[in-house]
């Protein structure tokens, strides 16, 4: 059986998290059942990351197997066909070695999370970004979020019903940044890297610096907080809003050379 991998975007609001569940709207159901109208059986995919409740993705991956071989150029196309009217895309697809897991190949998760500091409610990008309505400080942000840096015990920002084994997490990188914002404000976003992530980690970490950027924690206070390895320590969790996963790391980057062929030979 063929196998092919995708590079999803979805806008997160209808859904109830990646993961398929019983009696709620998740995008592997949605991605699965378009799968399903290729083929006489419904496969099942795998991805690279379980993104949560409207969480939100421009660089999710997906790998699955197929009944038949596909021109990857004509499946992405049948599947955003059938995908309508679910907001979510297929941005990129190529076949990939019956070895190559979305999951277990990625060397990196990376995440980006948008924030914007105005007065005035958020139109446009409502349910996109987190509106905070007071200035933050990005230096002292920036300076607050050095001390999660590299391999630590991350329990202190990892949600209670987390899932994985070991709360040891190493952090690659983490860059906070100001950006235009659409309307007027300041957007700010973060920027993170690592093989994987616990449960709510980026949100917990996004929302423990806010209060950074706020004044009401020093920066010292998050190396205090991280080195407490208690839930409790943690700021108020970043709502799920402006939350995106942007990318996954490959040693070989499964859609460089087979997507660029088939925008080419695409009629």
């Not at 998290?17 to 709620?24: D, F, I, K, L």
């Not at 071989?69 to 955003?80: G, K, S």
Request: one cysteine or more; charged letters at 25%; hydrophobic letters at 40%.
């Amino acid at each position: 059986m063929p196998r092919y991998a995708f590079r999803i975007e979805y806008d997160g609001r209808p859904f109830a998290g990646w993961q398929r569940q019983a009696n709620v709207p998740s995008v592997q159901q949605t991605l699965e059942e378009a799968l399903a109208k290729l083929q006489s059986v419904e496969p099942r995919t795998t991805t690279a990351g379980r993104t949560d409740a409207g969480v939100h993705a421009t660089g999710q991956v997906a790998s699955v197997d197929l009944e038949k071989p596909w021109d990857p150029f004509r499946l992405a196309e049948a599947l955003n066909w059938h995908l309508k009217p679910a907001p979510v895309a297929i941005t990129a697809c190529t076949e990939v070695p019956e070895d190559f897991s979305a999951r277990f190949s990625a060397l990196s998760r990376s995440y980006t999370y948008r924030l914007v500091c105005r007065r005035a409610p958020v139109v446009h990008d409502a349910g996109f970004v987190w509106q905070v309505r007071g200035d933050l400080d990005v230096a002292a942000m920036a300076e607050g979020a050095r001390h999660l840096i590299g391999k630590h015990d991350f329990t202190t920002f990892r949600a209670v019903h987390c899932q994985a084994q070991s709360p040891v997490k190493t952090l690659d990188t983490i860059e906070v940044e100001e950006a235009p914002a659409l309307g007027g404000g300041r957007e700010i976003r973060f920027h993170l890297k690592a093989r994987s992530f616990l449960h709510n980690q980026v949100r917990s970490i996004v929302g423990t610096l806010e209060r950074v950027g706020a004044g009401s924690w020093e920066p010292d206070d998050v190396r205090t907080a991280l080195e407490a390895v208690d839930r409790a320590a943690c700021g108020p969790v970043a709502p799920p809003d402006g939350l995106y996963m942007t990318a996954v790391g490959y040693t070989d980057d499964p859609f460089q050379s087979g997507w660029r062929e088939t925008q080419v030979e695409a009629p």
